[in-house]
């Protein structure tokens, strides 16, 4: 496969699901500021920009909600917005439209023109369901009209290191505003995992419990264990040779270490230090992204959160 078209893959896979994951975290933490008149709107809304890697405006002195929904939602400009991700998405589809179906280019093009520029607060809720079902759509169309050869490996590659990152920032978000933050079971309904965990528990989220559910649980495909674990199964498939002669491909090595920490240690342990364990969630995936644009992507330049260009 080209390397061109297998990074476009790549990251339309990254984008959809960062998409996603941005629009659920900002959907959790926009109605925490609306239901608790008590949290500090200013300190809640730099720490979220902060979790989110986007930097504050700077000529304003109270942040407010209004602008974190310009910044991550409708701004064609900040690399952690849900219109630049779309955008996004769909320009690294059309790099590789030879190889990408019609159905998934057509949803992509859909999805980008019908992203509006203003968004009213008020309807917030309505326009990050939005996004999420146009994410759904897309990532069902390209499971029902992608051959499962190096093109599929590529994308779910993509889509399975954006969640593992995309879950720890919204696992990190907990600790935002101490004890006014998202309870546990508001974290578990914005992935979708409140049934799940009520299957696998039986019982009412507790802190540890719902914690090791996100975390460690093999099954829910939202897992930080699960994403790695896929994403090492896709980077196996790619390059098959590297991963027989010993973990000599970083991508496995740095996806690796991050698992095993993870599942050895102790939950306790990580549910004190949150935000540092994700954290290093983060800088793992990016090594693995960083060590698969050196070894499949040479000749591009390096993505990075703040300021990458499609």
Same mark, same amino acid.
């Given at each position: 496969?080209?390397?061109?078209?297998?990074?476009?893959?790549?990251?339309?896979? %990254?984008?959809?699901? #960062?998409?996603?994951?941005?629009?659920?975290?900002?959907?959790v933490?926009?109605?925490?500021?609306?239901?608790?008149?008590?949290?500090?709107e $200013?300190?809640?809304?730099?720490?979220?920009?902060?979790?989110?890697g986007?930097?504050?405006?700077?000529?304003?002195?109270?942040?407010?909600?209004?602008?974190?929904?310009?910044?991550?939602?409708? !701004? %064609?400009?900040?690399?952690?917005s849900?219109?630049?991700?779309?955008?996004?998405? %769909?320009? !690294?589809? %059309?790099r590789?439209r030879?190889?990408?179906?019609?159905?998934?280019?057509?949803?992509?093009?859909t999805?980008?023109?019908?992203?509006?520029?203003?968004?009213?607060?008020?309807?917030?809720h309505?326009?990050f369901?939005?996004?999420? &079902?146009?994410?759904?759509l897309?990532?069902g169309?390209?499971?029902?009209?992608?051959? #499962?050869?190096?093109?599929?490996?590529f994308?779910?590659l993509?889509?399975?290191? &954006?969640?593992? $990152?995309?879950?720890?920032?919204?696992?990190?978000?907990?600790?935002?505003?101490?004890?006014?933050?998202?309870?546990?079971?508001?974290?578990?309904?914005?992935?979708g995992?409140?049934?799940?965990?009520?299957?696998t528990?039986?019982?009412?989220?507790?802190?540890?419990?719902?914690?090791?559910?996100?975390?460690?649980?093999?099954l829910?495909?939202?897992?930080?264990?699960f994403?790695?674990?896929q994403a090492?199964?896709c980077m196996?498939?790619?390059?098959?040779?590297?991963?027989?002669?010993?973990?000599? =491909?970083?991508v496995l090595r740095?996806?690796?270490?991050?698992? =095993?920490?993870l599942?050895?240690?102790?939950?306790?342990e990580?549910?004190?230090?949150?935000?540092?364990?994700?954290?290093q969630?983060?800088?793992v995936?990016?090594?693995?992204?960083?060590?698969?644009?050196?070894?499949?992507?040479p000749?591009?330049? &390096?993505?990075?959160?703040i300021g990458?260009?499609?």
């Amino acid at each position: 496969m080209l390397s061109r078209i297998a990074e476009s893959l790549f990251w339309i896979g %990254r984008y959809i699901e #960062r998409s996603d994951g941005t629009a659920r975290i900002l959907d959790v933490h926009l109605q925490l500021l609306l239901e608790d008149p008590w949290i500090d709107e $200013d300190t809640a809304c730099r720490s979220l920009l902060a979790v989110m890697g986007a930097p504050a405006p700077a000529d304003v002195e109270t942040v407010r909600r209004e602008h974190v929904l310009e910044h991550l939602a409708v !701004n %064609r400009t900040t690399a952690s917005s849900i219109a630049y991700s779309l955008t996004s998405a %769909r320009e !690294n589809a %059309r790099r590789a439209r030879e190889i990408v179906s019609t159905e998934l280019w057509e949803c992509l093009n859909t999805t980008r023109a019908r992203m509006p520029r203003r968004l009213q607060t008020e309807k917030a809720h309505e326009f990050f369901q939005w996004v999420r &079902e146009r994410a759904a759509l897309a990532v069902g169309i390209a499971d029902s009209s992608t051959s #499962r050869d190096e093109s599929w490996q590529f994308f779910t590659l993509g889509r399975s290191i &954006e969640r593992a $990152d995309m879950t720890a920032r919204l696992l990190a978000t907990r600790s935002l505003t101490q004890a006014s933050g998202p309870s546990w079971t508001t974290i578990l309904r914005s992935c979708g995992a409140y049934e799940p965990y009520l299957r696998t528990y039986r019982g009412m989220p507790s802190a540890r419990n719902a914690a090791e559910f996100l975390l460690l649980d093999r099954l829910f495909p939202r897992s930080i264990i699960f994403s790695i674990s896929q994403a090492e199964q896709c980077m196996s498939a790619i390059d098959p040779v590297a991963d027989r002669v010993g973990h000599s =491909n970083a991508v496995l090595r740095a996806l690796g270490r991050i698992r =095993n920490d993870l599942e050895y240690r102790p939950i306790g342990e990580i549910l004190g230090e949150l935000p540092e364990h994700m954290d290093q969630v983060q800088q793992v995936t990016r090594e693995a992204s960083d060590a698969i644009r050196q070894r499949f992507f040479p000749t591009q330049a &390096e993505r990075t959160w703040i300021g990458e260009v499609s």
